[in-house]
């Protein structure tokens, strides 16, 4: 406990400390380094400043890869386990081979991904085996971008964002308990996206100058890498749990006329719901802390497709300056807590209603 | 029972996780290049006659390291040369262990360093090195060294390092034999380039050929020193002009035309792919530094003069952009004595000349033997022996590490946004904060 208490969030603390103090620029690795308190100035210099156009640009960057790869890899994962189930031939076989992935290290990976999404070789000239022109898709150097929306808008965006939530939770509630459905969800969130809709030049600028960041097509390769990683990964998972569904109740299914889609999409996908929940928590808190893939893909070199954990490394450890490269770690770890903390409490009233 | 046996494997199964974990960064570095040793040993404590050498030359530069090394062998005949090398260029991963070891009070006895500000920025201010003053005027390096150099490798305080290489960054590469048939001469300003630029798009030839970031910064430098001239330049650095002075802000606009002459697919690219793409004859010009004459002399056989082609970059002659690899002094070195004669060793004429011919770069020495270089370092030579010498940026001599990391997002934001005025106004107060 004494060193769960110090190892972990002394360290944590420590972080904490070291982020709001002014430790870094030029005299940081003396012996008696010279720190001194300045609050919140090194977090309202990342999200509101100029130079902290890179982090921000990573953070939407970590916003867009962990949907894109939490949708791919489940999604995935659960196709080939729902082909798998089929019992086709050579099932072990295949198993093995779509699990294998998991296997390599992210280094590894990164470096073979790389040579195959290299501009002038690998994927792209796939087509000239056929007689066909090479494609032209430059796959980790684009810096074209798309879903871009303006950084200036942010605050708004957020609050349409909750208005958003709060009306579908609203709507999903309507049939479980009405009263409350409109009065604690949809009212409020119709509220919201009305005030901002209408009023939203009252509410502050969270940048003084127009900044744009989009989903960055380079980014494409790296979640095509990592999703074909940890496809297999959710396959397992998948495949563990629909094996441990019981054939009678599949045999009871077919009987009342169930097809093949409607047994799974009514029966064991439902059914399998902790599962989905566990590799969602999974994959969005590795895909938070993503680091070898994209160093060995793309590296430092095209920082279109950057991360926050990689910022965190190069602003520390290459440009010495510790106190902001604590603040963007203290940043994901608080982006972190926001995916696992809802997850244990919920663990913690099942098993208190156990 | 049956608990404890799986508690037993667990835990064996979690040793053999850290162990597979532990392993895989030694098989990497054994793959990059056969170090003489792949990793750092353990600093030996401060007993027996010992010489540990701190550096990342190993595989292309690890013969020169080595022929360093027999020299002082053989002055030092009883000292036990430990040859710490590191992996990886530029020093990525040296310097990240090299802080682990001094921050954790193991200094080595001397450690490569880029010569400048990257040592002056980092360790000089930490108070971590020796001023070498002394070595320099006992071995009467103040006069074999340029002035210029000197001075920028030193402050008021005193001279941080010992220079062994000097490397040029502001060179334009070419093929003669490509250029004649597009029938496009080699610049000598960017307004000659852009006329030239104009003939070689509609020819379907790319102008000149980028790579990844870091040329994009290396490319910014030369472009900048045209822009501002040497003077300025100077003044940059030594905070007396303004980064979003219209000097500055001058210099990024026309960064950004010459930019509009490169490929698209440069940050794929390695800095020996865009080398490439001039030698096939893709793209008509490369500005790199000379580390691509020993790129295309030794890999790609080409005779300097004839196979391809140099000149100081569009708006730069007479100017000669330096970068230098050096050893300094740190305070705590565990045998200091050793280390000072090893000093010597590279400062001295014989070290110098027996290092560079290997390296591919040319002595800092203005009386080093010219017979032993080829074609391009003769030339080189001989510039730098009259032309004004400035540091450059991008390989650490003009800033500290906190403005080059900060100068790469920087880049990042011009890429993106293309405005001179925002780029500038970036460096300005990324200037402020690395205390230019």
Known sequence: ?354 | MKRILTSFLVLTAAMLLLLGCGEEPKEQQAEEAPAPTAEAPAPAPAKGNDLEIFSWWAGDEGPALEALIEIYKKQNPDVNVINATVTGGSGVNAKAVLKTRMLGGEPPDSFQVHAGQELIGTWVKADRMEDLTPLFEEQGWMDAFPEGLVKLIGTDKGIWSVPVNIHRSNVMWYVPANLEKWGVNPPKTWDEFFDAAAKLKAAGIIPLALAENWTANHLWESVALASMGADNWDALWSGKLAFDSPEGVKAWSLFGKVLENTNADASSLSWQQATDMVLDGRAAFNIMGDWAAGYMTTTKKLVPGEGYGWLSSPGTSGQFMFLADSFGLPKGSPHRDNAIAWLKVLGSKEGSDTFNPLKGSISARTDSDLSKYNGYLQSAAADFGKDRVVGSLAHGVAANETFMGGFASVMEMFLKSKSPEAAAKACAQLAEKAGI
């Open chain 1, 1 to 354: 406990m004494i060193l769960v208490g110090v190892f972990v969030y002394g360290f944590i603390g420590n972080t904490i400390w070291t982020s709001m103090t002014d430790w870094g620029g030029s005299g940081s690795l003396a012996l008696e380094p010279e720190k001194n308190f300045i609050g919140l100035d090194n977090y309202i210099d990342l999200f509101t400043g100029f130079l902290g156009s890179g982090f921000r640009q990573d953070l939407v960057n970590a916003v867009y890869y962990s949907v894109l790869l939490l949708a791919g890899a489940v999604g995935l994962g659960m196709f080939i386990a729902i082909l798998l189930d089929q019992k086709p031939r050579g099932e072990d076989v295949l198993r093995t081979i779509f699990l294998y992935p998991m296997a390599l290290s992210f280094i590894v990976s990164g470096t073979i991904w790389r040579w195959l999404l290299a501009p002038q070789g690998g994927i792209n000239i796939l087509p000239t085996y056929v007689g066909l022109k090479p494609m032209t898709f430059s796959w980790l150097s684009s810096q074209a971008a798309i879903l871009v929306f303006n950084w200036q808008d942010l605050l708004r965006i957020l609050l349409f964002m909750a208005a958003f939530i709060l009306i579908l939770v609203g709507l999903f509630m309507l049939r479980r308990d009405q009263g409350r459905a409109i009065g604690r969800w949809l009212i409020p969130g119709i509220v919201i996206g009305a005030f901002v809709w209408l009023f939203g030049d009252i509410i502050p600028d969270a940048l003084f100058m127009e900044e744009e960041h989009g989903f960055n097509m380079a980014t494409l390769g790296i979640i095509m890498a990592t999703i074909w990683q940890y496809s297999g990964y959710t396959m397992a998972l998948y495949l563990a749990g629909f094996n441990g569904i019981s054939q009678d109740l599949r045999d009871a299914a077919m009987l009342d006329g169930a097809t093949q889609v409607g047994y799974y999409r009514h029966i064991a996908i439902p059914m399998l719901k902790p599962i989905t929940i566990s590799a969602v928590i999974i994959l969005s808190h590795i895909s938070l802390k993503m680091f070898d893939l994209i160093f060995a893909m793309t590296g430092p070199d095209n920082a279109q497709t950057g991360h926050p954990a990689l910022t965190m490394y190069l602003t520390t450890f290459r440009s010495n300056d510790f106190a902001r490269g604590a603040a963007i770690a203290i940043v994901l770890f608080l982006i972190a807590a926001m995916f696992i903390v809802p997850y244990l409490v919920g663990q913690y009233r099942q098993r208190g209603r156990d």
